[in-house]
């Protein structure tokens, strides 16, 4: 960028937060919770066309302890819904929660026995992306919704949930 | 139109064949309940049907006989399909079970088992195979409240 070559051996001053979260913001680890058809549009958000790398959040973790933000992809049912409240609470703080598409949103066009009506009775959720299954450019739209809100937060004020 | 399939079994069990229809080649067989493993096992090695496809069931609920058992059955060598019905009364809602003709059958009268309460005579291992283990009635049932949810651990809010 020839930034760096203009301040030279310089120092820059800024607040906390900012630093904070800008490094986060744009280093998301993601872990993909994939139990449905959606998982299809979600792969190719992560393919060269839409290239979520872009967004620094291409890197996958397939380990709920090494991963900073949970995708929710796909209906999710009560079968499942200890597993999903088990995954989330391996994650470490910080952590976001991100759900994808309508079945993980509100249950989708599944009102019945089996399905949780939305993955936020078991989890918190930050982010809802709605699409069944959503386009790879509301993915996107989501995930810097996503930034946005993460931009806000401050190290002092983010408490255990 | 005469259908040999048919035939075939209501010469064999005339006092078992309820009922027989054929639609277009869709060839149903009607069979009391008693006589449904009987039954199956002529078609495996009196006719051939070397593959059960599908089993399941059907709740017919202001009805009397309540349920119906449905079999699909399908012959490798001579690409026939069949289906086979039995009645189910709700006051005892078992049949003998296939699972000692077609292995194929265990989990899909546990899959029935679980949606619909059918007890299944002889079955190895009847339990449920969808629904998790705590999980009260047959989802399938039409008197099950469609509203009803059962959550394993407690939901927000």
């Given at each position: 960028m020839g930034l760096e070559t203009l301040f030279g051996q310089s120092y820059l001053t800024t607040r906390l937060d900012e630093a904070v979260n800008w490094a986060r913001k744009y280093s998301f680890f993601?872990?993909?919770?994939?139990?449905?058809?959606?998982?299809?549009?979600?792969?190719?958000?992560?393919a060269s066309t839409y290239d979520i790398a872009r967004f620094g959040a291409e890197y996958p973790r397939f380990s709920p302890r090494q991963a900073d933000v949970l995708f929710v992809v796909g209906t999710v049912n009560e079968k499942l819904a200890p597993?999903?409240?088990?995954?989330?609470?391996?994650?470490?703080e910080p952590k976001w929660v991100v759900s994808f598409g309508v079945c993980a949103t509100c249950g989708g066009f599944y009102d019945n026995y089996a399905t949780v009506q939305g993955i936020d009775k078991i989890i918190p959720v930050d982010i809802y992306i709605p699409g069944c299954?959503?386009?790879?450019?509301?993915?996107?739209?989501?995930l810097l919704k996503l930034q946005q809100k993460v931009?806000?937060?401050?190290?002092?004020?983010r408490k255990y949930r | 139109m005469n259908s040999y399939l048919l035939d075939?079994?209501?010469?064999?069990?005339?006092?078992?064949?309820?009922?027989?229809?054929?639609?277009?080649?869709?060839?149903?067989?009607?069979?009391?309940?008693?006589?449904l493993a009987e039954v199956a096992q002529f078609l495996r090695?009196?006719?051939g049907f070397d593959i059960l496809m599908d089993l399941t069931a059907v709740d017919n609920l202001p009805r009397e006989p309540r349920y119906e058992l449905v079999c699909h059955f399908y012959s490798t060598g001579h690409n026939?399909?069949?289906?086979?019905?039995?009645?189910?009364?709700?006051?005892?809602?078992?049949v003998k079970s296939l699972t000692g003709i077609w292995s194929g059958a265990n989990w899909l009268e546990r899959e029935v088992y679980d949606m619909f309460g059918l007890n299944f005579e002889g079955h190895p291992d009847l339990r449920r195979?969808?629904?998790?283990?705590?999980?009260?009635?047959?989802?399938?049932r039409k008197d099950y409240p469609l509203k009803k949810r059962q959550p394993r651990i407690a939901h927000r809010d």
């Open positions: 993601q872990y993909p919770f994939v139990t449905a058809c959606c998982g299809m549009e979600f792969m190719s958000v992560w597993v999903l409240k088990r995954v989330y609470d391996q994650m470490c299954p959503p386009r790879p450019e509301a993915v996107l739209d989501g931009s806000k937060e401050s190290v002092l004020d | 075939e079994i209501k010469t064999k069990f005339p006092q078992d064949v309820l009922e027989t229809h054929s639609f277009r080649g869709d060839e149903t067989a009607v069979v009391r309940r008693e006589a090695d009196g006719l026939y399909r069949l289906r086979l019905k039995c009645p189910v009364p709700a006051d005892n809602p078992s195979i969808l629904m998790y283990d705590g999980f009260e009635g047959h989802p399938l």
